[in-house]
């Protein structure tokens, strides 16, 4: 599975950003999806995931009602849509992808795209 996200970019507080991840395979119902994020100096950090198809979505309490992924088996995308952004929201975002969903850990996905670069002025 190879996997490239794009779309990041700069924007104003309360702003909003869609980023998107395209797959080498079908993810519409054999992997799991999810997107993290790393800012300067911290650990890379679980912001959602979307389940197999017509499964649950989990997300990070810090961007719960903010943030909404979403996934196009067809097109082998997968999107976070990310509204109200904050200034915290500043970090490199990834992708990434594995067979089951076993947490929020990076541990727990086995494929990985590049990072695309999100900044939210204040």
């Known amino acids: 599975v190879q996997l490239q996200a794009c779309g990041g970019g700069l924007v104003q507080a309360g702003g909003s950003l869609r980023l998107s991840c395209a797959a080498s395979?079908?993810?519409?119902?054999?992997?799991?999806m999810g997107w993290f994020r790393q800012a300067p100096g911290k650990e890379r950090e679980f912001v959602a995931a979307?389940?197999?198809?017509?499964?649950?979505?989990y997300y990070a309490d810090s961007v719960k009602d903010r943030f909404t992924i979403s996934r196009d088996g067809a097109k082998k995308m997968v999107y976070l849509q990310m509204n109200s952004l904050k200034p915290e929201d500043t970090a490199v975002y990834y992708c990434?992808?594995?067979?089951?969903?076993?947490?929020?850990?990076?541990?727990?996905?086995?494929?990985w795209g590049q990072g695309t670069q999100v900044t939210v002025s204040s």
């Open positions: 990434a992808a594995d067979r089951y969903y076993r947490g929020r850990s990076t541990t727990d996905y086995a494929y």
């Open positions: 979307a389940g197999w198809s017509g499964t649950s979505n």
């Open positions: 395979v079908r993810i519409s119902s054999n992997y799991v």
